[in-house]
């Protein structure tokens, strides 16, 4: 018998192994001595948990705080902006991943854009850029990068290739940011805010697939130095309430300790080998602004020094505005981003802002918290 | 609505909608065209009278191509309103350069299809445009069908009924996705496009008490049953894991983050049927050879009205919102 793709999802997908989890965690539960929330950083988890509807199986002292792990929504428009300038510039075939195309800077979005002409395109995996640029030879193709540590290594391997194959018509404009750095700014800037919205992260869960690329090493620190328990989690629902089930443990146990639910992949060091490959090719840039949560230090990755003749923000540089933008007024996506506040508390949620007219980043991405509300609703 | 057509305009799903209602409904409102049914009904309900253009690109895919797809897009909205398709007209826009042995073999799948409905093209017009002014091809097929069964109508499934499916959902999307996107992979993987005709015969001859049908085209099972929910103003209470879905369509699904019930069919339809006939229904949907995974879905509750619930095998529930935006695969 072969293997086939439902072979690896189906069991983490089954009713009863679901349910006898949230046995075993509401039984837990009992044991606790005072709430806890749980942040969960990425977005494809707060995916799965609405989709799943994962709090509908949870006793009331264990509540969900939506992350900013979605590359898109943490997208400032300032960024967008340049993508889209740099799309609408001559003789450009502007490429990038997926639900980009649909983030509104304040020019409007690459969807948009393309509808004014330029030449916009999505891909699957950054490799396909070589095709699209060997086709057009007397066009530059600039790859927006976007993504956490798990699609850094493959703009590292498109950077990699073509430097290899000595290609001439491929540029890079680098988005990629990384995890811990934003946990960190998280739990010490809601140090700050904790009094008025009340709810301290007590515990993550860790993205398995950045773990796949970074290791389990990576949140070594939060245990450690920031007393806050750390479980690398699947995305499937079994993955997420089995590391539910392990951080409620913790807590009764009291242990505070970073753990790996997907251990079918996840081990503590990671691919070194795309590490090795990150490291060649990037550098931390000094500050990346998030949206809504600001600049955050060392938290941005961007093409080392060597690697100048690639970087479209260099090469482009004249053309790329660089003033600050505000994001809209009524807009909460900063708060929702930080976890101090659920889609349903913005007043233009599911109103003004809906998927087909977003107005904040976290509307606009699939992955985001609030297209993950309007989408599947709130039935508790 | 947005300055500009965007692509997710045409979508099926909800910018879609939002253009057919704010432009064309506005332009051409009528008490016909308000009903929004697959067909429009005239003639003292004696006749069906619809209209379909095709872009698809690639024009030959697994499963059909073009042509077949021009005819069962058209014969299966008459269908859908229990109406026997009989004269359709056919009028192309041929990109300049266009290969005649191409031309031929999208003519030849229309023929054969023509056949499987008994319908007959009537009337055509033939326009050719200089190279880029449109994509290869481009069909549209307008049909007459003969109501065989009155009062088939969108308008009034009620919590007498069950929501039933013909077939395992999602092949044509999957399909069509895949084949553009160049994604490689060994499956018999192909669009269920089909003429319909046969089947809605078939009930109606076994005497079935037939609410609504609406074949799940662009936007999906997903896009009925939002529209069903609307038009009825009912609530449909989904069981997730009673939709069949092929191992290739959810191997699709998973590779590039779709769910099923948005992925466009052309040979799927959704049933609304008296609680005493749905069984019945199953059985004669059964005896055709797509139809072997033909079930019952979900009812019709009034719980949260103009709104579909889907169901977990957990006992959990969530919204099946209608489509939005372009198809897009998630980027991690």
Redesign the interface.
Known sequence: MSLELKNLYDDFRDGETIKAFAKIINEDSKKLKSPINIMEVCGGHTHTIMKYGIPQLLPKNIKFIHGPGCPVCIMPKERIDHAYVLSMHENVILVTLGDMIKVPGSNGSLQDARAKGADVRFVYSPLDCIKIAKENPNSKLIFFAIGFETTTPMTAALLDTVIKRDIKNIFFHINHVTVPEVMKELIDSRDVHVDSYNNKIDAFLGPSHVSVISGSKIYEEFPRDYNRPVVVAGFEPVDVMQAISMIVKQFIENRCELEVEYKRLVNYDGNIKAQDLINKYFEKADLFKWRGLGNIVNSGLKLKEVYKDYDAEIIYKDVLPLEEIEDHKLCICGDILRGMANPPECTIFGTACKPTTPIGSCMVSSEGSCAAYYKYGNLI | MNK?????CGNGG??NN?LISKVFYKAFKNEILEKSEDAAIIHNGELAFSTDSFTVSPLFFPGADIGKLAICGTCNDLAMMGAKPKYLSCSVIIEEGFETRELEKIVRSMKKELEVNGAIVVSGDTKVVPRGSVDKIFINTTGIGEVLKKGISSNNISEDDLILVNRDIGCHGATIFSTR?GIEMTSNLESDCASLFPQVKALIDAGIHITALRDATRGGVSAVLNEWAKQSNICIEVEE?KIPVS?EV??IC????FEAAALANEGTFVLAINKDDANRAIEVLKTFEPCANATIIGKVTDE?KQ?V?LK????????L?TP???L?????
Do not use: Q, V
């Not at chain 2, 998973?254 to 983050?257: K, P, V």
């Open positions: 500009t057509i965007s692509l997710a909800e910018e939002e996107e894991d191992d959810s191997g998973e590779i590039l983050g949260h709104k619930i977990s095998s957990w006992g959990t529930k969530r919204f919102d939005s935006g372009e897009l695969p998630r980027i991690c």
